[in-house]
């Protein structure tokens, strides 16, 4: 068999759209746009003008006003403070996926952690530094738990994971309702207010974003993001997670436990989420909430690691993009943009993301031509 | 090299009486790739016609091209001496055309007959499904071509033979003139391979034409007149058989001479490596798949276990690597019960395992070459530094000597990604990474399966090779060629058991046949049976 000849001008234009199509980070990119041009035409076809969408997108993330020339920091720091949940919440799904699990619980776990943070923050000595370190890695752990425990659940009964966290976003919801509300004084919707050493302090951001709620969380989750990519790229950890997570078979051909790599991956999972969970509780509020619904930042998580593509810098950055669209909600409605335009265009990137799978076949039937080219060669070759 | 019928000269315009089917000048691209180029194969009437090639050369694109799965990008086919355009396998019935696949295409829970009359059921004045008649054209059919296939069995309680003879009669029973039949010997004993042989021939006799896909030269000189060879998707000529020896053949496949001849040395035999003891284990769906069973393998020889593909070779080599669950008996390396120890520590002992599905459990194909050949060592030093992190320019560097000791051929070196490599070179780094955890033992299963005959050469002289440093190998083959060139002693194994160990000096193929039909006991054969 030989190669068919194409012309040298064909021939190079394809080897472009494989680099481009084999590169899941320039598909992301492509993504984006997409979902942009789609928002910016229905922006159109509503007569308000995009121009106001994408003034709006430029404050959220300089915070300088184009229309009054006005420089304001806060909205960096809202921008930021809402990205953080998201870029957390995106590596506890990007985790377990790279393990070759689907967690759907990142939510509950986010709960998990999110009350066992109150908790800290309610009973335990006010000693500053302390109480809110102790609060974040409590919530660490009590999250780790419960996404541990539906990774030991799929590992020893393979009860499937996607089953098993859904139910569990549903319990660890109403017991959280139901903890928070035996504390004394507590009523339907909030928790007497947490003494000051149990919020995660605002330092010099308070001054620098020009008191916006952003917190020292941010380096907790700058942080995090370096953890993820060093134990999945750089660890012993990492790699048996990785080729578990790629082909099972091969990874207990190798010695690898299986069972062992699928609990601790949820149990990473889920400490992710429950940090995310602790942020929230200790920067954005202070007092302990009744939750009355989901705050959706595990769902939303989801989407933040399919366009990151379960990478650690790819998460961070679209954990950041997905923040800029929920921040800039109020400052497009003061620009006459209505604001579901920002859930139109997250749709739209999680739609088009989904369609990779159709790029991801398209890809491994060239690798698989490419692969009967190469036996060919090496045939050629002589082996 | 024997007389190569020009290509010009099968250009010429057909008579219309001579041939059964002729494919002119066939033409079939596939992105990247022309699997048949300018192709011609011209088939007489009641002729067995073989069609030879490496794994792809093109030959099932051709007869999918005949059979109609694939529109041909150019040329034209002639049945009968008419120009026939083909577009389905439906199109190709019509024409008298016939298949019998690979893999069978068999209802199981359904009988013979019911199989047969699929989709074409004939019906009684009530419209009601007539399986007597029906099955009473089959018995009659059966017995013309000599089949013996019981039409009303179910197809799940018969053998892999019958299995094929029913999908023969499913063509038969169609009224087909031309049967192809694609690696017909692939899934057979040396007992249903000499069966299948005389029905091609009773076929033939019958006023039948087969087209015979192999890549098997001895089933050629057995069966065909006439060979039609193709190589890398073009034809190298068509040959009368009876004129043409098998070196010949094997010359125009591969393009180069080959030495099918594998020389060895007589074994150093050492103390016994592997120590197998009445060993039980069950398979997948919990039926006990080994049973009893014993073997001994000592160092400086190759063990080699003959049998039929589902007869316990994966449960026992899975048992000895430790990735299934023994239920009884004892396994033991070098004296040491390791019946209950982990994978990892049985590799650590120095087991090195190849595994039978390469791309299923030997590789992750989305990991590059180096990781991938690191799967074995990434938990100690070197790989390994200060307890947590891997060494990614260690794992590189020992990647660059494997490549270059065991002649790997990556594209983009270690950072290639293994699935981008070719089955042989896949192969290649496996072998190159078990033998390299220095193992005592080496268990390879089907080390060669869809490899072509270089790369074939090369593992089969890099296996004997370990055996002569003094390493024990116990193989598993499917395919009883490699079983007999490669190993010194052979235990046939059937449904579980070991029916009898020989040695492979100067067997007779027959008998290690016999044996795994399970038909031979040992002792009774002069042999002796159970652990070496």
Redesign the interface.
């Given at each position: 068999?030989?190669?068919?000849r194409l012309p040298s001008s064909k021939r190079s234009g394809r080897a472009a759209l494989d680099a481009f199509i084999g590169s899941n980070g320039a598909l992301s990119v492509l993504v984006v746009i997409l979902g942009f041009v789609c928002g910016t035409l229905i922006v159109l076809s509503v007569g308000r003008k995009p121009s106001g969408m994408y003034l709006a997108l430029l404050q959220t993330l300089t915070g300088y006003n184009a229309t009054s020339a006005v420089w304001n920091s806060r909205y960096v720091g809202e921008w930021l403070t809402a990205s953080m949940p998201l870029i957390l919440t995106g590596m506890s799904m990007g985790f377990a996926a790279r393990t070759g699990l689907f967690n759907i619980g990142a939510e509950g776990q986010y709960i998990i952690g999110l009350t066992a943070a109150q908790f800290v923050a309610l009973y335990f000595p006010a000693i500053p530094g302390l109480h809110w370190s102790l609060a974040l890695a409590a919530a660490a752990l009590a999250a780790a738990f419960w996404g541990g425990l539906v990774g030991w659940l799929r590992a020893r009964f393979a009860v499937s994971e996607v089953v098993a966290t859904i139910m569990l976003n549903y319990i660890a919801f109403f017991l959280s309702r139901y903890l928070t509300r035996l504390i004394p004084d507590a009523n339907t919707y909030r928790t007497p207010s947490f003494p000051e050493t149990a919020l995660i302090p605002r330092s010099f951001l308070d001054p620098l974003t020009n008191h916006s709620r952003l917190s020292v969380g941010i380096f907790i989750v700058l942080f995090c993001v370096l953890l993820y990519w060093l134990i999945l790229e750089?660890?012993?950890?990492g790699?048996e997670l990785?080729?578990t997570g790629?082909?099972r078979?091969?990874?207990?051909?190798?010695?690898?436990s299986v069972d062992r790599s699928l609990t601790i991956s949820m149990a990473i999972s889920g400490a992710f989420a429950g940090i995310a969970g602790a942020i929230v509780a200790l920067g954005s509020f202070n007092y302990g909430r009744v939750l009355g619904g989901y705050d959706n930042y595990g769902f939303n998580g989801i989407a933040v690691a399919l366009v990151g593509n379960s990478r650690a810098g790819g998460t961070l950055v679209s954990g950041l993009l997905f923040g800029m669209l929920a921040s800039a909600q109020p400052l497009m409605q003061s620009r006459q943009i209505p604001k579901e335009i920002t859930w139109i265009i997250s749709g739209l990137v999680v739609i088009f993301v989904s369609l990779r799978a159709g790029f991801r076949m398209l890809i491994e039937w060239?690798?698989k031509?490419?692969?009967?080219?190469?036996?060919?060669?090496?045939?050629?070759?002589?082996? | 090299m024997a007389a190569t019928t020009d290509k010009q000269d099968t250009r010429s315009v057909s008579d219309g009486s001579e041939w059964a089917v002729e494919m002119l000048g066939i033409r079939k691209?596939?992105?990247?790739?022309?699997?048949n180029?300018d192709v011609t194969l011209r088939v007489r009437r009641r002729e067995i016609h073989a069609i030879l090639g490496?794994?792809?050369?093109?030959k099932s694109t051709l007869m999918s091209v005949l059979f109609g799965l694939y529109a041909p990008d150019a040329g034209k086919i002639l049945v009968d001496g008419k120009e026939a355009r083909i577009r389905g396998p439906n199109d190709a019935r019509a024409l008298g055309i016939g298949m019998v696949h690979q893999h069978f295409k068999l209802v199981r829970p359904y009988t013979v007959s019911e199989n047969i009359i699929l989709g074409m059921e004939p019906r009684n004045f009530l419209g009601e499904v007539d399986f007597r008649g029906a099955e009473r054209r089959i018995a009659e059919l059966s017995d013309r071509y000599g089949l013996a296939v019981d039409p009303k069995a179910k197809v799940e309680s018969i053998g892999v033979g019958m299995q094929q003879r029913a999908e023969i009669l499913k063509i038969l029973y169609r009224d087909a003139d031309v049967l192809i039949f694609d690696e017909p010997t692939a899934v057979l004993t040396p007992q249903e391979i000499d069966e299948l042989m005389a029905i091609l021939k009773r076929l033939q006799a019958e006023g039948k034409t087969v087209i015979l896909i192999t890549h098997k030269l001895r089933e050629i000189k057995e069966a065909a007149e006439r060979c039609t060879v193709l190589r890398?998707?073009r034809l190298v000529g068509t040959v009368d058989v009876a004129s043409t020896d098998e070196s010949a053949l094997a010359e125009m496949m591969v393009g180069?001479a080959v030495d099918f001849n594998i020389r060895k040395k007589s074994p150093t035999l050492g103390d016994v490596v592997l120590s197998i003891r009445d060993l039980d284990v069950r398979g997948s769906r919990g039926q006990l798949s080994v049973k009893g069973l014993s073997l001994d393998v000592r160092s400086g020889e190759i063990l080699g276990i003959a049998g039929v593909d589902g007869n316990g070779q994966t449960e026992l080599i899975e048992a000895v690597?430790g990735?299934r669950r023994v239920e009884k008996g004892s396994i033991s390396m070098d004296g040491r019960d390791i019946t209950r120890v982990?994978?990892?520590?049985r590799?650590g002992a120095g087991i090195g395992?190849v595994?039978e599905d390469r791309q299923?459990?030997?590789?992750?194909?989305?990991?590059r070459l180096d990781?991938n050949l690191?799967?074995?060592t990434?938990?100690r030093p070197p790989l390994?530094r200060r307890?947590?992190?891997?060494d990614?320019e260690a794992m590189a560097e020992r990647a660059r000597s494997l490549i270059a000791e065991y002649?790997i051929?990556a594209?983009k070196g270690p950072a290639t990604?293994a699935?981008?490599?070719?089955?042989?070179?896949q192969q290649?780094a496996i072998i190159a990474r078990e033998i390299d955890i220095s193992p005592r033992l080496l268990v390879i299963a089907q080390p060669t399966r869809g490899l072509?005959v270089?790369?074939i050469e090369?593992i089969h002289k890099r296996i004997i090779a370990e055996r002569d440093k003094g390493r024990a190998v116990l193989l598993v083959s499917y395919e009883l060629d490699e079983v007999l060139a490669l190993c010194d002693r052979i235990a046939a194994i059937s449904k579980g058991e070991i029916v009898g160990i020989v040695e492979a000096k100067g067997v007779d193929e027959r008998l290690i046949g016999a044996m795994m039909a399970g038909k031979a006991r040992g002792a009774e054969m002069g042999m002796r049976k159970g652990a070496g």
């Open positions: 068999m030989s190669e068919t750089r660890t012993k950890l790699f990785r080729a790629l082909n078979n091969a990874a207990s051909y190798a010695g690898i060239r690798a031509v490419a692969a009967a080219r190469g036996q060919t060669d090496s045939e050629a070759r002589d082996v | 691209v596939f992105p990247g790739i022309v699997a180029d490496e794994n792809g050369a093109g890398r998707g180069r690597t990735l982990s994978t990892r520590e590799a395992h595994p299923r459990h030997g590789l992750v194909l989305d990991f990781e690191a799967l074995r990434y938990d390994l307890r947590f992190f891997l990614f002649d051929r594209a990604k699935r981008s490599m070719s089955g042989g070179n290649k072509d270089g790369a090369n």
